[in-house]
């Protein structure tokens, strides 16, 4: 860096921070504050031209008054001008100007960025590392679009300084990682890759970096990179601490480039592995690609053969061969083996070599005494060590690392500080699903219990329990079971429902008597009845069902556990549905006939819900067919006023019915309608989905695909081995297993009427056709007369009609006309509260002929269906002439959304195809609650919401007149609440509001601030969430 002259001290400026400092209160900082701004701008716009000095003094004082939280507004020109100063200490504070404060949207852009590129070009490495800084931290896709072709060229060029190399990768990345497409791969991908073996680790570490990050979007583009990385790991492993002292952090050589080399390591498979699409091979650690299992018995057959390179060209000539078990090889099989099969090159095998060297080196030195005692050489010892095992883990190749590695962390396990245990558990979830190491993770099982018991850390427990479930095999299942019941009964509020997951799906995977299975559901159910989801006893029901051995046991077991005072209603639910079916097998022993199970479960009746109310009348109706002796004593339950008047329509409608049917219907009819549940057909276990669901993808539940020795020991074979969550369909058990769906939603909706003017009177005020959401209106999405499955996730055939116009229509309203043709109208009623809505679509047929097949259907993309649950009512498939149809659509957000679904029509008229895409207006927007909030509590939000990432601002031109009536009025139909005398400036609007989905609730606060004079606004947004700020911005943008 250049020598700073003696007159770059800027003594105003320290002035100016001195009396700041001085300040005895808000008033007087602010009283100051406006004073100096007041002063540069008159030094600004005033007649005599500033030099270069007074231009910087005045930006790094405009700098300071930004970083102190208030709004600068000007001054953004003068640093543009700075930047074209000779001067290093100008040109810095220009781009420091432009970096923190400058928009990627501004108009400034441009000039800025031909000033960037003239730095680029002056070949001055202090000016060029300037240029590329900036370009980082703007990141815009503009600077994107202007340097990603410029900068590559920078950092391969020969000439290029180290210093300049390191910050062109970092800012080569920075534009990669938020504009990929604006980075082009070509000529220079080789070249980086051979920075990997500079001289200056600076740049090798920086240039690391980098092509981790494209490797892992274009593995075949850098995989000539594994070789040198081994390489350079290597020499920095075998190194001693004073080989590398530059790069030596307390005792370990280049630390934070061991952990990048380790990490970029583990975007390939091990060294040697030729093949792309790959499954293990059980003989060598070859790896080959799925085929037919002929296929495969012939790679394990060449496996063997190709030991050597003779033996490989040997294999060529073989015709036919019969692989293990008898499977007879084709050639051309064999042909198609040979060619997707990659012998190892010496120089791979060489590589792996060195690479095993230098993973053992790692765990070696991990076992060596510490050479400091301060905690900053432990650290990054252990960094590296934790990377080296991750590598391992990846790898999953080499038994003798895997064991070591698991031995190494299992030391860490009673290690004092916390997160080393914390990461040693984490890990060992991971080694647990090798083949390799699963039994040396097994021997650590009484230090993870002890763990789970003694740690005061919920985080380490939970890892703790995440442990347990991946070591579980037949061998240890009760003891693991019986081990987090024990937990269970004082566990963590946060971490219950995942204990009861996986304590459900170890019970059922690994239960060798069936009985044990009933009793740990049961025992499940007492300890922590509320955190046992429906799929966890609905998966009860449909294993006893499907298994006569248990029958018995089960009815016997849950009459007892009923007994009890007090009873989950989880568990009068298992209870009613099995004595319902079984209670005939325990009804010999007088202290469970008949009569006693029915007053047994009746005695609970009042305290539950209505779902189980509902259940409890089925198990009434069907102890009726089971046992005629009590039928009169079930009929004079379901006769009572209680039930036959019950508030509750559906358990109105179950008792009248019941009666009706137990009153009229023989006893052959009884048995025919009333027979017992057929076995449930054999399918994947839900719990399991919703475990995974709940984790996540990448956790430990998505290794069990990969536990090879376990794949046959399990129950139930593919019935309990792990499945992707997002493909595993889990039918609404209430509808197919219990039939409890809720009763058919009523709507105060009059009938649409066939005649007159279709839609105008249907969207004034005066009618209300909308019937309004009661709080906790989620039974709306249990009715089953709306057909989730109308929603298809697919892309529609035809253009989608003025997409964005339509949808910026609705924003600020729910009612209106949503398209028209000569054909056809299509209107909107609609009503939303917190994260539910309700909408309303009305389909106008504008001709005297009638629509055949008119078909309306809701689309969505994968990534729409998993923010927005959509269900749909199906509507009348003819449309007569100048007639109106309704549909209604429930709307409930699950987490923030960008996109908006797609409403296909099609039908036919006059023999005619017609196919219509309109986009449904559902905005985020729509799940806005207004919130009040004082001008105090808004500034200390506003200020609370100050990262980068959380706001978004857009400078935008008037579209419409400048009313501050209709700006009102839109804001409010916006969703947010309008602060009145909030903003110091009266002309400014300032809204607050809380978005509400299922998962969370988001915070926003919003700044209008109108420029009459230049008709503009300039729209802030501050929330929680990144893509809700952007996504709000872009909403409001366009209304005004």
């Known amino acids: 860096m250049p020598a700073v002259s003696k007159g770059d001290g800027m003594r105003g400026l320290a002035v100016f921070i001195s009396d700041i400092r001085n300040c005895k209160s808000k008033e007087a900082e602010i009283k100051r504050i406006n004073k100096e701004l007041a002063n540069i701008r008159s030094k600004f716009k005033g007649d005599k031209a500033l030099d270069g000095y007074s231009k910087k003094k005045y930006v790094c004082k405009l700098l300071f008054i930004f970083l102190l939280g208030h709004d600068i507004d000007f001054g953004h020109m003068e640093a543009v001008n700075l930047l074209s100063s000779n001067r290093y200490t100008e040109k810095q504070i220009g781009y420091l100007f432009i970096s923190v404060l400058v928009n990627s949207n501004s108009e400034l852009i441009r000039l800025i960025n031909n000033a960037i590129k003239n730095d680029l070009a002056s070949r001055n490495p202090t000016f060029m590392g300037l240029a590329l800084h900036c370009i980082a931290n703007v990141g815009s896709r503009e600077m994107a679009e202007a340097f990603a072709g410029e900068i590559p060229k920078i950092l391969v060029a020969g000439d290029t300084m180290d210093s300049v190399k390191q910050s062109a990768a970092l800012c080569l990345l920075r534009l990669y990682r938020t504009s990929p497409d604006f980075v082009p791969m070509g000529d220079w991908t080789s070249r980086v890759v051979h920075l990997l073996n500079d001289q200056h680790l600076g740049v090798v570490t920086a240039a690391t970096s980098l092509i981790t990050t494209l490797a892992q979007k274009n593995p075949e583009e850098f995989k000539t990179s594994v070789s040198l990385a081994v390489s350079r790991l290597s020499r920095i492993v075998t190194s001693a601490s004073t ?17 990048k080399l380790l990490r970029l390591l583990q975007c390939y498979p091990p060294p040697g592995n030729g093949v792309k699409n790959h499954v293990s091979c059980q003989h060598c650690s070859m790896q080959r690609r799925e085929s037919s299992n002929s296929t495969l018995m012939f790679m394990e057959f060449f496996c063997k053969l190709s030991a050597d390179t003779n033996n490989f060209l040997l294999s060529w000539g073989i015709t036919s061969s019969y692989g293990k078990d008898g499977y007879l090889i084709s050639s051309v099989e064999q042909n198609e083996v040979v060619q997707q099969f990659v012998l190892f090159p010496p120089e791979d095998a060489a590589v792996r070599g060195r690479l095993t060297e230098c993973l053992e080196t790692i765990l070696n030195k991990a076992q060596e005494p510490p050479k400091s005692k301060k905690v900053q050489h432990s650290n990054a010892k252990n960094a590296v060590l934790f990377e080296a095992i991750s590598l391992i883990i990846h790898h999953d190749s080499e038994p003798n690392l895997l064991v070591r590695a698991c031995n190494q962390l299992g030391q860490f396990l009673q ?23 699963h039994e040396a993770v097994k021997t650590h099982i009484e230090t993870v219990i002890n763990a789970l018991k003694t740690e005061r850390d919920v985080s380490v427990r939970q890892r703790a329990v995440d442990l347990l479930y991946a070591m579980c095999d037949r061998s240890n299942a009760q003891q693991i079971v019986a081990e987090m019941l024990n937990y269970l009964e004082t566990a963590d509020y946060s971490i219950r429902e995942e204990i009861v997951l996986k304590v459900a799906i170890l019970a059922e995977k690994y239960a060798v008597d069936y009985t044990w299975y009933v009793d740990t559901i049961l025992n499940l159910i007492r300890i922590a009845g509320d955190y046992v989801s429906e799929e966890v006893w609905y998966r009860v029901i449909q294993i006893v069902i499907n298994r006569d051995d248990v029958q018995g046991y089960a009815a016997k077991t849950v009459f007892e556990a009923l007994q009890a005072p007090a009873c989950h209603e989880n568990l009068v639910k298992v209870g009613g549905y099995i004595l319902g079916e079984f209670g005939n097998l325990i009804a010999g022993d007088p202290r469970s006939s008949p009569l006693i199970q029915f007053n047994l479960l009746h005695s609970k009746f009042h305290l539950c819900s209505v779902p189980t109310r509902a259940l409890l009348l089925s198990t009434y109706i069907k102890f009726v067919n089971l046992f005629p002796e009590i039928k009169t004593t ?67 539940t998505d290794l069990e695909e990969i536990k090879k020795e376990r794949n046959s020991d399990v129950n139930g074979g593919t019935e309990s081995t792990a499945v992707n969550a997002s493909t595993v369909s ?64 697919e892309e529609p055939a035809d253009t989608v009609h003025d997409a964005d116009e339509l949808i910026h229509k609705f924003v600020c309203k729910n009612n209106g006309v949503l398209f028209e043709n000569q054909l056809l109208q299509i209107g909107l009623k609609s009503e939303f509260r917190q994260n539910l809505g309700r909408m309303f ?86 799940f806005f609650q207004p919130t009040e909030m004082a001008s105090q509590d808004f500034f200390q939000r506003w200020k609370q919401l100050s990262n980068p990432q959380q706001e978004m601002q857009n400078i935008f031109k008037a579209k419409h007149p400048m009313d501050t009536e209709i700006t009102k009025a839109k804001i409010i139909g916006f969703g947010s609440a309008l602060l009145e005398e909030v903003d110091p400036n009266p002309a400014n609007f300032v809204g607050a509001g809380i978005i509400h989905t299922k998962t969370t609730q988001i915070g926003c606060l919003l700044r209008l601030e109108p420029n009459l004079q230049a008709q503009m606004y300039r729209l802030t947004l501050r929330t929680s969430k990144e893509t809700v700020s952007q996504r709000l911005c872009e909403l409001l943008s366009e209304q005004f």
């Open 243 to 259: 080989d590398l002292q530059d790069y030596t952090y307390y005792f370990v050589p280049a630390p934070w480039l061991s952990v």
């Open 634 to 700: 079930i009929q004079d339950v379901l006769r009572s006023d209680s039930q036959l008047k019950n508030a509750d329509v559906e358990l109105q409608q179950r008792a009248v019915e019941y009666l009706r049917l137990s009153t009229i219907a023989s006893t052959d009819i009884l048995a025919t309608v009333l027979e017992e549940m057929p076995p449930f057909p054999e399918r994947e276990s839900s719990i399991l989905a919703k475990l995974k669901k709940k984790k996540g993808p990448g956790t430990v």
């Open 730 to 793: 889990t039918p609404s058990p209430s509808a197919d297993l219990l039939g409890l769906g809720a009763a058919p939603l009523t709507s105060s909706a009059p009938p649409p009427s066939s005649t007159g003017s279709l839609l105008v009177d249907v969207f004034s005020d005066s009618a209300s056709v909308v019937a309004p959401l009661a709080p906790g209106s989620e039974d709306n999405f249990a009715s089953p007369d709306l057909a989730s499955s109308e929603v298809v996730s």
């Open 841 to 926: 679509i009305f389909y106008g047929n504008k001709t005297s002929t009638q629509f055949l097949n008119f078909t309306p259907t809701l689309i969505c993309s994968d990534e729409l269906q998993s923010r927005l649950n959509l269900q749909t009512k199906p509507v009348d498939p003819t449309v007569d002439g100048g007639a109106q149809v309704q549909q209604v659509v429930n709307i409930e957000c699950i987490s923030d959304f960008m996109e908006a679904p797609i409403l296909n029509i099609q039908f036919r008229y006059g023999g005619t195809f017609q196919n219509i895409s309109v986009k449904l207006p559902i905005t985020l927007n729509k």
């Open 415 to 437: 290690h004092r500080e916390t997160n080393l245990r914390y990461l040693a558990l984490e890990s060992m979830c991971t080694l647990a699903s090798s083949e390799f190491s």
